[in-house]
């Protein structure tokens, strides 16, 4: 079995709890609960989504009033003002790619769930590119930063950031976590059960 950390090959005894010989982490045949602890992951992400679009995710402060603005309501500031390559990034690194990586975990679970036998390669891929723009997912966050630094060189304004900030944060660490949940040998268990049969 390879090793999920350092991907060393390591030939595994049965009934026994391995750790990789290179860098000291547990091995196994598959992530154990792999299944339940992607979904569990991957619904709590979902449920934070809601409020991480609904609330502010910054308070703009200035003369002594307050204004509260989500993602949304920046979009279609920076929409307005002109700014649409700003605006389409915003909407795409926030609002879109989330959106895709729930979708794509959903449907890699469910047709991992249903022992599909189509497009094992495909999904292998899908899965690929969920993990990896997970490692971008930052960028997200670094959007809002950028946000925030706009609007406070503009005005004589105050910034801090709101509650929703912290809801699409938790979204982000969630559907990474629940990225890493999921173990891409499952798409291929079915398969090889089925050649083994034949
Ligand atoms: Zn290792």
């Known amino acids: 079995m390879a090793c999920h950390v350092c991907g060393l090959l390591v030939q595994a005894r049965p009934g026994h709890h391995p750790h990789c010989p ?48 989500t993602i949304m309501s920046g979009v279609i500031y920076f929409l307005k003002g002109g700014d649409w390559p700003l605006a389409l990034v915003i909407f795409v690194a926030s609002v879109m790619v989330p959106i895709l990586k ?10 991992v769930q249903r022992h599909s036998r189509l497009r094992h390669r495909q999904r292998t891929v899908l899965y690929r590119i969920t993990e990896l723009m997970g490692r971008w997912s930052m960028v997200d966050v670094f959007v809002i930063a950028i946000m925030a630094a706009l609007v406070q060189m503009g005005n004589l304004a105050q910034i801090t950031p709101g509650l929703g900030a912290v809801a699409f944060a938790s979204v982000v660490i969630l559907t990474m976590l629940s990225a890493l949940s999921f173990d891409p040998r499952l798409i291929w268990d079915h398969q090889e059960q089925l050649q083994h049969h034949e």
Do not use: E
């Open 102 to 111: 729930m979708m794509a975990l959903i449907y890699l679970l469910i047709s």
């Open 22 to 69: 290179r860098c000291g982490s547990a091995l196994h045949f598959r992530k154990p609960n792999s299944l339940s602890r992607t979904w569990a992951l991957l619904l709590t992400a979902m449920m934070m989504y809601v409020p991480a679009m609904a609330l502010p995710v910054m308070q703009t402060s200035a003369f002594g009033s307050t204004q509260g603005d």
